[in-house]
C-alpha cells in the first residue's frame, strides 16, 4: 500500500480533496481515484480532487477530476483553495501566482491572512464555437432551447469550460434545478455537455444562483458558474459592472468590463488534513 497526504478545502461551500505532486509521485490513474474518495459513503466525500503538479514557467499545474472519473477544464473556486493551499504546502511563498490550467493561464492573488483570493479569471469566450455550443447565432444570448417539454432561454458563456446560464423570473431556491440540470447538461447542442446556471436576479448588484456541475450534480458553488452568470446578466443588461453573485454556499463578487478579464473575488478553507493508503 501507498499513503498519500491529502487536504480536505472547500471554497463556498464546494469541497475539494487537495494533493500534490511535488513532494511525491500520484497514481497515474487520478480519475479512478477521483471516483473512489470523491464518494460521500465509501471515500473521503467530495466534489473532485484537486491535484497539483510542477510545470515549467508557472508556479504549478492544476488538474481537476471529478467525480463521475472525468477531467475538468477549470474551477474557480478550486483554483482559491489551490493558491491557499500551494503556500500551506511550500510549493510557492509568492502571494500573486501563475497558474496552468486545460482553461489555460490563470492567475490568483492570495491575501495577507491568506483567506481570500482574487482570481483573474481571463475574458470570457463567447463565440458559440468556442463555448462549444450549437444553437443559432455567432453569439447565444437567450436562445431559445426545448428540454423535457419546457423552453428555456439560454445564454452561452465559457470561462474555459462550458456554461448555460438561464435567468428564471421566480425563486431559485425552490427551482427544479435536479430535473433540468442534467437534462441541459447532457443536450446534444452541447458536444462537450455543459454547466448550468440557474439565476434569478434580485437586482443590478445582486443574484441569486444555483448550480448544476457537468460530471458532478448540483453543488453549494461554482466559481466558474458564478463569472459567467454575472456575465450573462452584464450582457443583457440585467446586472451592473460588479455584482454578488449569491450561491447556497457563500457570496463570490464578480467585476468585468467588455473586452477585459472577469475578476473573481471569494473565500477558500480548509477543512481538515488526512492520509489514505492506495
Not at 503556500?87 to 481570500?116: F, H, N, W, Y
Not at 440540470?181 to 439565476?199: C, L, S, W, Y
Not at 434580485?202 to 454575472?230: F, Q
Request: glycine share 12%; aromatic share 6%.
Amino acid at each position: 500500500m501507498v499513503k498519500v497526504q491529502f487536504v480536505k478545502m472547500h471554497g463556498c461551500g464546494n469541497d475539494f480533496i487537495m494533493m500534490e505532486g511535488f513532494s511525491a509521485a500520484l497514481p497515474q490513474d487520478m480519475a479512478a481515484l477521483a471516483v473512489r474518495l470523491c464518494d460521500r459513503h465509501f471515500g473521503i466525500g467530495a466534489d473532485g480532487i484537486l491535484a497539483l503538479y510542477p510545470a515549467e514557467g508557472y508556479d504549478f499545474e492544476m488538474r481537476i477530476f471529478q467525480p463521475d472519473g472525468s477531467e475538468a477544464e477549470m474551477c474557480g473556486n478550486g483554483i482559491r483553495c489551490a493558491a491557499i493551499y500551494a503556500l500551506m504546502c511550500g510549493i510557492t511563498d509568492k502571494r500573486e501566482l501563475a497558474v496552468k490550467t486545460g482553461a489555460g493561464l490563470i492567475r490568483p492573488t492570495v491575501s495577507e491572512d491568506m483567506r481570500q483570493v482574487r482570481v483573474d479569471m481571463g475574458a470570457p469566450r463567447l463565440a458559440a464555437g468556442q463555448i462549444p455550443c450549437r444553437l443559432g447565432g455567432d453569439t447565444v444570448l437567450e436562445q431559445p432551447l426545448a428540454v423535457a417539454g419546457q423552453e428555456f432561454r439560454i445564454s452561452a458563456v465559457s470561462m474555459g469550460n462550458p456554461h448555460a446560464v438561464i435567468f428564471i423570473d421566480r425563486a431559485v431556491a425552490d427551482y427544479p434545478v435536479t430535473e433540468y440540470g442534467p437534462q441541459i447538461e447532457t443536450d446534444a447542442v452541447f458536444p462537450a455537455r455543459t454547466n448550468v446556471e440557474f439565476a434569478e436576479v434580485l437586482d443590478e448588484r445582486h443574484i441569486r444562483v444555483r448550480v448544476w456541475e457537468r460530471g458532478v450534480g448540483e453543488t453549494l458553488a461554482c466559481g466558474t458558474g458564478a463569472c459567467a452568470a454575472g456575465v450573462a446578466a452584464m450582457l443583457t443588461g440585467r446586472a451592473a459592472d460588479e455584482v454578488d453573485i449569491m450561491l447556497p454556499g457563500g457570496t463570490l463578487h464578480i467585476s468585468w468590463q467588455p473586452g477585459q478579464s472577469v475578476f473573481m473575488t471569494g473565500a477558500a478553507e480548509c477543512v481538515f488534513r488526512g492520509e489514505v493508503e492506495l
